[in-house]
């Protein structure tokens, strides 16, 4: 490939990033990857770097599968592309909506295939308000989501998302989507206990249907588990209220699983680790370890019969079940099962994980260490017993971390003051130990500068 210099300077004059800041990337040039391996990545100067964060927390399987490489190129000899349209369908979408129905909780037996998660999301905003509207009540269309929740960057998406910043910019969030605040105790717990805690950020969701008016609502949507909120592990009193909550009200209960589908959590799915009992679960990401794009809405029979069994829900994407990308998930589920990747994330490299990554609030740099399978933060604070935060900027410190961490050839991203990590599930403990050796540290280059 051409010099990193040459590539940066073509980057930046051409190439719009998300989420990306313009000025810090003509100032100093992208990070350009040119090759991954496992948990390895390489970039333009040969530098080899431990990703902890599977890329957007997707590579679960980890890089470099040749497995789902062919099957991608057999799949695109054989039938590139087909809709599922007007009642048609093929072989590899067929085989995933009934793989994905087995192995999702409960009663989740139904797929509508999406091209990610933000258009997953606007596919469960209007297949929960075509539900209420097809069982004669329209005006049930409200959708309750929490600050400080990701759930995309669609205008619907990112309208549920409670991400500020990111409602300042045009006109979000659209008609007919609440918010109630998160279930953070690290941050806003104040003299709580975390039970207390979470029962009564639980409790909102109630004080927010009644202010509504239950008729109203049609459906509360949350990830079992904030990603990229900043890792935030809920109370345990915090999801069996919720749950009881929607159930009290009969409202719809949609977990968004687009980080915690698929493994993440150390089972297939997040609602099983955190016991919830969702009617519909968003899912992207894992689902083909990112290899290429695909998005799954799994839907429970109660939803799908009164989807199916009114007049044609008017939603689709020319991308719906794309074979190629059917076929790469099937491959990547198959993975998943063979070779027992989910139970080792449960019971070898979770624990092993959770043991050195809580250790670190040894460090003094270090307040709240929380880790759920392989997700995991830790809060950055000038003084721990006070839960305090710094008083510069929010975030610089934490980008100063991880900019350590990258100078030690190790991604870890910061949300804030918060550190994150989300490895691939294939990580081994070898890995992990270097990885924590790499994290602690960027920590004591981060304390030197903020100490300086
Ligand atoms: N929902 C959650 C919980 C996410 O974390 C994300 C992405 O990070 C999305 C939805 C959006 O998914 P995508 O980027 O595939 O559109």
Same mark, same amino acid.
């Given at each position: 490939?051409?010099?990193?210099?040459?590539?940066?300077?073509?980057?930046?004059?051409?190439?719009?990033?998300?989420?990306?800041?313009?000025?810090?990337?003509?100032?100093?040039?992208?990070?350009?990857?040119?090759?991954?391996?496992?948990?390895?990545?390489?970039?333009?100067?040969?530098?080899?770097?431990?990703?902890?964060?599977?890329?957007?927390?997707?590579?679960?399987?980890?890089?470099?599968?040749?497995?789902?490489?062919?099957?991608?190129?057999?799949?695109?000899?054989?039938?590139?592309?087909?809709?599922?349209?007007?009642?048609?369908?093929?072989?590899?979408?067929?085989?995933?909506?009934?793989?994905?129905?087995?192995?999702?909780?409960?009663?989740?037996?139904?797929?509508?295939?999406?091209?990610?998660?933000?258009?997953?999301?606007?596919?469960?905003?209007?297949? /929960?308000?075509?539900?209420?509207?097809?069982?004669?009540?329209?005006?049930?269309?409200?959708?309750?989501?929490? @600050?400080?929740?990701?759930?995309?960057? !669609?205008?619907?998406?990112?309208?549920?998302?409670?991400?500020?910043?990111?409602?300042?910019?045009?006109?979000?969030?659209?008609?007919?989507?609440?918010?109630?605040?998160?279930?953070?105790? @690290?941050?806003?717990?104040?003299?709580?206990?975390?039970?207390?805690?979470?029962?009564?950020?639980?409790?909102?969701?109630?004080?927010?249907?009644?202010?509504?008016? *239950?008729?109203?609502?049609?459906?509360?949507?949350?990830?079992?588990?904030?990603?990229?909120?900043?890792?935030?592990?809920?109370?345990?009193?915090?999801?069996?209220?919720?749950?009881?909550?929607?159930?009290?009200?009969?409202?719809?209960?949609?977990?968004?699983?687009?980080?915690?589908?698929?493994?993440?959590?150390?089972? @297939?799915?997040?609602?099983?680790?955190?016991?919830?009992?969702?009617?519909?679960?968003?899912?992207?990401?894992?689902? !083909?370890?990112?290899?290429?794009?695909?998005?799954?809405?799994?839907?429970?029979?109660?939803?799908?019969? /009164?989807?199916?069994?009114?007049?044609?829900?008017?939603?689709?994407?020319?991308?719906?079940?794309?074979? /190629?990308?059917?076929? /790469?998930?099937?491959?990547?589920?198959?993975?998943?099962?063979?070779?027992?990747?989910?139970?080792?994330?449960?019971?070898?490299?979770?624990?092993?994980?959770?043991?050195? @990554?809580?250790?670190?609030?040894?460090?003094?740099?270090?307040?709240?260490?929380?880790?759920?399978?392989?997700?995991?933060?830790?809060?950055?604070? *000038?003084?721990?017993?006070?839960?305090?935060?710094?008083?510069?900027?929010?975030?610089?410190?934490?980008?100063?971390?991880?900019?350590?961490?990258?100078?030690?050839?190790?991604?870890?991203?910061?949300?804030?003051?918060?550190?994150?990590?989300? *490895?691939?599930?294939?990580? !081994?403990?070898?890995?992990?130990?270097?990885?924590?050796?790499?994290?602690?540290?960027?920590?004591?280059?981060?304390?030197?500068?903020?100490?300086?």
């Amino acid at each position: 490939h051409r010099p990193t210099a040459e590539l940066q300077a073509l980057d930046a004059a051409h190439h719009l990033h998300p989420f990306t800041d313009g000025d810090a990337l003509n100032r100093k040039g992208a990070r350009i990857i040119t090759r991954a391996k496992g948990v390895w990545l390489t970039d333009s100067d040969g530098h080899q770097i431990l990703d902890g964060m599977a890329g957007l927390w997707c590579v679960n399987v980890g890089y470099g599968r040749e497995e789902l490489a062919r099957v991608a190129s057999e799949q695109m000899l054989q039938l590139p592309f087909y809709n599922t349209f007007f009642q048609t369908s093929h072989p590899p979408a067929i085989a995933l909506a009934a793989k994905l129905a087995q192995l999702a909780p409960g009663d989740l037996d139904h797929v509508f295939f999406n091209g990610s998660g933000s258009d997953g999301n606007d596919t469960n905003i209007r297949m /929960v308000r075509r539900y209420w509207q097809a069982l004669g009540q329209p005006e049930r269309s409200v959708i309750i989501s929490r @600050w400080n929740g990701y759930h995309g960057s !669609t205008m619907g998406a990112a309208s549920l998302g409670g991400m500020k910043g990111m409602h300042e910019q045009g006109g979000l969030p659209i008609p007919g989507i609440a918010h109630i605040d998160q279930p953070d105790w @690290w941050s806003e717990g104040g003299e709580m206990s975390p039970e207390e805690f979470g029962l009564a950020r639980a409790r909102l969701l109630a004080d927010k249907i009644e202010e509504i008016g *239950p008729s109203k609502v049609a459906a509360f949507i949350a990830e079992p588990i904030q990603g990229a909120g900043g890792v935030i592990i809920p109370p345990e009193t915090y999801w069996p209220e919720i749950q009881r909550i929607c159930d009290a009200y009969g409202i719809l209960l949609i977990a968004d699983e687009v980080i915690t589908g698929f493994g993440r959590t150390g089972n @297939w799915f997040g609602s099983q680790t955190l016991g919830i009992r969702p009617d519909i679960m968003t899912t992207a990401k894992g689902l !083909t370890s990112g290899y290429v794009p695909m998005g799954a809405s799994i839907v429970s029979r109660k939803v799908a019969e /009164v989807i199916n069994g009114s007049d044609e829900f008017a939603h689709g994407y020319t991308y719906s079940g794309h074979p /190629v990308a059917a076929a /790469v998930a099937l491959e990547n589920l198959r993975i998943l099962e063979e070779e027992h990747i989910i139970t080792r994330v449960r019971e070898v490299t979770g624990p092993y994980l959770k043991a050195a @990554w809580e250790q670190l609030t040894e460090h003094p740099l270090v307040g709240e260490a929380r880790i759920t399978g392989m997700m995991g933060s830790i809060a950055l604070t *000038p003084h721990k017993a006070s839960r305090a935060k710094f008083a510069a900027k929010a975030g610089t410190v934490g980008l100063i971390c991880r900019e350590r961490c990258f100078a030690n050839n190790l991604v870890m991203r910061h949300v804030g003051d918060r550190m994150i990590i989300s *490895p691939p599930l294939v990580i !081994t403990e070898e890995e992990i130990s270097l990885l924590m050796t790499r994290a602690r540290l960027a920590l004591d280059q981060t304390l030197d500068i903020v100490r300086a």
